[in-house]
Every structure is written in C-alpha cells, then in structure tokens.
C-alpha cells in the first residue's frame, strides 16, 4: 500500500546531489567507505536454512548485492520467484533481510495476531521511526481503530463531505481549458486527493490551508526519502548521516505545522464537548477523524504531538497512494483509448439508474461501477505500489503446520506482484485485459463478490494486505478513486502528448512508483 508513496523520491534525491556541498558529499563518500565492513559481514534473523538469493558468485560481497537492491529489486525478487516459488528464499535490503514465503502460507498466517506477525511494525522499521518520529506506531493502532469502528460504519456521509471538498477544489486544481493542454496529472490528482482527506480528518478551515495541503503532500516525500537514505547505513553511523539529509530537517517544519492545525482543532474538539454537555445545539459542528480520535485515545495517545504525528503518517498513508492509483488508471486508459467509450457509457448508465455522485450515496453509487472497477484491477496487477505485500515482523517465534520456523525478529514477506503476473494465476498474464475481472464477476455470484477492487484475495488482489491486517482505508480509497475518475472523465478527454506513452516504472528498493515527470494532454469534452 505505501510503494506509490515514494513518486517524488528521484527528484529530491536530484535535488540533494545538485545542493549537497563538496564536504557533505565527500562525508557520504568516506562514511560509505566505512559502512563497507559492516554490510559485508551483517547478519540478520532468518528462516533457518533458507537460501539467500541474487549473488551474482560466490565471491560478490554482500554490500553490492545491497545496492543492487536499491534500484534492481524487481529483478531480484522476480528471478527468485522463479527459481524458489514453492519455498522460501531470502532478498537483502541494506537495512534488512526479507524472507520471502510462497503464497500458500498466506492464507494460514492471515489471522495469526498481530501481538506475533506484526505489520504495523513492519511499516515502523520501513519508515525507520526513530529518524522520522513515528515511534508511536509501535505503540498504539489509534488511528487504524478509529478508521475500522467508526470511519468505516459512516462512510457515506464521509464520501458526501469529501464529494463536497472536491467541488471547492475542482476549479482551483483542475484546468478549465477548452483546447488541449499539457498539464501534470499526478499533481493534479494529488491536490484533489489531499483536499478531500484533509476535509475528512482534520475538517475546515485546515482543508482549504494552501500551507497544510502542501504539508500532507511534502510530508511523505521527505519521510521516505529521509527514510531511504539514512536506511542504507549501520545503526551507529546513522546520528552521523543524518546530518547531510535534508529532507530529515524539512520533517521538523512539517511537525510543527501539524502541531498548529491539530492543537487548533483539538480546542475546537473541547468547546464542542462543553456545548454538548450544556444541552446547546451542535448541528454546525462537522465531526472529523480527528474528533473521533480524540474521543478514543487513552492519556499517552491524546497528547498533542502524538496526535499531531498521527495525523501526518495517516496522509502518508493516503493521498500518495490514491492519488497515484487515479494517475495510473488515466495513463493506461491513455494507453489503451478504445475503452473510452465503454466506461463513459457505464459512468452515463449508473448516474441515469442511481442519480449521479452529488445527488445519491457515493458508498452506492460507486458499487455499480463494474467496469471501471475491473479496469482499476488490472491497473493494481500491473502496478502494484510495492512489490513485497503483505510485509510482517516476527515479535514473537511462530512454527507453521509444516514445520517452517519463523524466528523473532525475521522479516517476512510475499512477492505479490510476481503472483499476480504468473501464468499459473493469471492466464496470458503480460497481456493488459481491463475486463478480466468483470469477466469473472459476471461468471456467477461468488466471483462477483471476490472479484472487486476493495477486497483482499489470494488470487485477484493483494494490493491493501490481505487477512486480519489488511489496510483499513481501502473502502474510502477505492471510492475516492472511482468518484474522480467518474467525474475527470465525464468532463475532460485526455491523451499522451505527441511522442509519449506510458511512463516508465521506476523502483526504490521494493516500493514502486510512476515517473514524476509524466504528463498528458487534457481539454474539456465536447459533448453535443
């Protein structure tokens, strides 16, 4: 779920290269030199007697290897789902090794606790929570609570509210241009994304703040570059490297501005307990993720950095990853322009059936979109946000009902894009088919029901986790996805500018993203 979050992380390390001084970068230099010794000879908890795979001979060290990883991961991690598919093997990240398992223990781990296979800490170590101040993750699944119990129960009125932020935003981020322009689309539907999330956790006036929507979107940038970089050296090196990191000291600024809006609204949270309490009407009140938070945490989850934190690691969590899911969906219908019509054609159908998104319940609405859905799909199996999905951390030892030891402290994970494109699972796997799971929705009522873009399944879709630990946004994301599209669709055509095509994908270690650069072509439809 968080691979796509890394979309801007090539240009702020351009960036740094371009603006780090002669002595910062001799420093990186001697202290890569330093750190040689050290990853040759690391050790990490692995499954006992699994092979470790991607040395290209047995005389390759162990820290080129590593750095293969970096930007080869996909390459690695492919060729030892080929090589290993039916057993475990192990990759090697600079930080971590990572046991990959087959598929089948999926399934047998998907309700294991999380008080043993930890995902939360996986994500904790990912980020690398003591250089970003995100220890709280290891403590506490607030915000995931919140967004299970109460988010989830509401999603309608939620949609409603977040449909309503578009419309403020829609004519600010979107351009109203009659001819074809070349405008950034990623950036674009990032704004809207980030508008419409901010509404929902941290209500008005903060939503329409230019300076916290910048923060929702920077925010994650500079966690996972801070976090890519310092990662790539030895605990003790890194109270060093962390000085010539840039994007560390951007987080501070960052933090504090999430302490102004957090602390703003949690007085907010206080004068409308009291109204209640004096029996005055609240109706002008707007409940936020934050209000629900607040009402939830225990004394150590209500201080106001806890909060404040909480509500930036949730964007992290969000805008990148949905937004960029709707960039994706639009360059391969780019790519792919004979299916215009037909989902223009549904978008028409459903709104003459059910009223259109502004005037019926989205959570409903957005159900009858099959086409679009399976579209989407295809565009998560061909580009999945990371290529290690679901990830645990062993916080407890765990035997499997075969045997397989998993010791404390071992990092496992599955090769979820490799599934997805094996023939095995996925006939004609290389080839880009947007109906194959409305196919198979239409085959019968149980594949109708296993065969969506919201649900977790072995076989079609592990893009939000699978099990007991799956990613408890995936309802609101997917809507959110299905409401723009509708809407960007309805209004605007769109095409490569001349010369272009689907943009390259391109890696940070396991994460994925699509090239920041890539634009399209957009105008307002002429419809007769």
Request: proline share 6%.
């Amino acid at each position: 779920m968080l691979g796509h979050t890394t979309d801007g992380l090539l240009a702020r390390l351009v960036e740094f290269a371009h603006s780090a001084s002669p002595t910062q970068i001799l420093g990186i230099a001697l202290l890569t030199v330093v750190a040689i010794s050290y990853l040759t000879n690391k050790k990490d908890k692995n499954i006992p007697g699994v092979p470790i795979h991607g040395y290209r001979s047995r005389f390759e060290p162990t820290f080129l290897l590593q750095a293969r990883f970096v930007m080869g991961a996909h390459k690695i991690i492919s060729s030892g789902y080929q090589k290993f598919k039916d057993v475990p093997f192990v990759v090697r990240r600079f930080d971590t090794d990572y046991n990959i398992l087959p598929i089948r223990y999926l399934e047998e781990l998907r309700l294991v606790p999380p008080t043993i296979l930890s995902s939360k800490i996986a994500t904790s170590f990912n980020m690398l929570y003591e250089w970003t101040n995100l220890h709280f993750l290891n403590r506490s699944d607030l915000h995931a609570h919140v967004m299970k119990r109460k988010l989830a129960p509401e999603l309608s009125k939620y949609l409603e509210i977040a449909a309503d932020e578009v419309e403020y935003g829609w004519k600010i981020d979107v351009p109203q241009s009659d001819d074809w322009i070349e405008v950034d689309i990623q950036e674009i539907t990032r704004m809207l994304v980030a508008r419409m999330s901010a509404r929902i956790f941290v209500g008005e006036p903060a939503c329409r703040d230019p300076e916290w929507i910048r923060v929702c979107l920077d925010f994650t940038i500079d966690a996972f570059t801070t976090a890519f970089l310092i990662r790539m050296f030895p605990p003790w090196m890194r109270p060093f490297v962390a000085w010539f990191v840039p994007a560390r000291n951007r987080l501070k600024h960052h933090r504090a501005k999430a302490a102004k809006v957090v602390g703003d609204k949690m007085e907010k949270h206080r004068e409308y307990m009291q109204r209640k309490k004096n029996g005055e009407n609240t109706d002008d009140y707007e409940e936020t993720l934050l209000d629900w938070m607040i009402e939830e945490a225990n004394e150590e989850e209500a201080t106001l950095e806890e909060m404040a934190n909480r509500q930036l690691i949730m964007t992290l969590a969000s805008v990148h990853t949905t937004s960029t899911n709707t960039s994706i969906f639009l360059f391969e219908l780019c790519e792919h322009p004979e299916w215009f019509p037909m989902l223009r054609e549904e978008i028409e159908e459903v709104n003459q059936q059910t009223g259109d998104a502004s005037r019926t319940d989205i959570k409903r609405w957005h159900r009858h979109l099959d086409r679009m859905d399976s579209f989407l799909l295809e565009c998560f199996r061909f580009h999945p946000p990371i290529l290690l999905s679901p990830q645990r951390v062993a916080l407890q030892p765990y035997t499997m009902k075969d045997g397989t030891h998993i010791p404390k402290g071992c990092r496992i994970a599955f090769a979820n894009g490799e599934h997805q494109m094996d023939p095995e699972i996925t006939p004609d796997p290389l080839k880009f088919d947007p109906m194959r799971a409305y196919r198979k929705r239409q085959s019968s009522e149980q594949q109708y029901d296993r065969n969506q873009a919201v649900l977790t399944d072995l076989n079609n879709n592990l893009t939000f986790g699978y099990g007991n630990q799956a990613c408890p946004g995936r309802f609101l994301g997917v809507a959110e996805v299905k409401f723009l599209l509708a809407r960007l669709l309805s209004e605007f055509d769109f095409k490569y500018p001349e010369g272009k095509s689907m943009p390259k994908t391109m890696y940070a270690d396991e994460n994925v993203f699509v090239n920041p650069s890539a634009k399209l072509m957009m105008r307002k439809r002429k419809v007769n």
